[in-house]
């Protein structure tokens, strides 16, 4: 049975995630700090406490921007040989700033995309 009788138009997942946007009206806001989940939406009323992206933006960060910060520092290794301080200098930074807000963009679409797909946790069928 389907719980949420929708009176809002559907909503882009992907969208509203990126936005950090409620997933059901795409109004309201899904964060209420910078990477905490709100506990509502202050729109429409959808309670949050579904929301549970556990390790996945943090897994799918450091897959993503470790490929492409340590395939730049490659190149520019082989290409310039600059000293190892101002590969520091150059890469640490970088990593920082682009983590952080992947790490945010990333959680609000699998967040929205949890909603969209009425995505729960595992259960055991006992009555076999």
Known sequence: MNEDKAIWPPVDPIQAGLAGRCPRCGEGRLFSGFLSVGTGCGNCGLDYSYADAGDGPAVFVILIIGFVVVGL??????SYSPPLWLHFSLWVPLLIVLCLTALRLIKGVLLTLQYR??????RLDKSQ
Do not use: D, P, S
Not at 73 to 78: C, G, I, S
Not at 117 to 122: F, Q, R, S, V
């Open 117 to 122: 797909n009425k995505a729960a946790e595992g």
């Open 73 to 78: 520092a490659l190149w520019v290794e082989v």
